[in-house]
């Protein structure tokens, strides 16, 4: 093997070191801001119900479009639906699945 294709090899075999770094510099920054908002999801939602009560009804409605995209609600005024946003969508589907794990 020349030199230059020694050199060539050499150079792209850096450039995916590096590629790679970066990639997983990236890996580890977007687990960080997950787990973040896992975290400040958590705090929310274990507040909650002292915080809900306290609350004006303008507020309230600010909450709730915080935790939820969707609340279908029938005429007496249960809820029959509903889609969360994220982080709160993870969290019951982890919720989910842990009682499936259990029950199942």
């Not at 990639?23 to 977007?30: F, N, Q, W």
């Amino acid at each position: 093997m020349g030199e230059e294709t020694y050199d060539q090899l050499r150079s792209e075999w850096l450039e995916k070191i590096q590629y790679a770094q970066a990639s997983l510099d990236a890996v580890e920054r977007d687990n960080t801001y997950h787990l973040n908002d896992l975290e400040l999801a958590l705090t929310l939602l274990e507040k909650l119900s002292h915080l809900y009560q306290r609350l004006e009804f303008s507020d309230k409605a600010v909450l709730l479009r915080i935790l939820a995209k969707h609340i279908i609600v029938n005429q007496q005024g249960d809820i029959i639906d509903h889609q969360l946003n994220s982080p709160f969508l993870y969290l019951e589907s982890l919720v989910r699945g842990l009682q499936n794990n259990i029950c199942g």
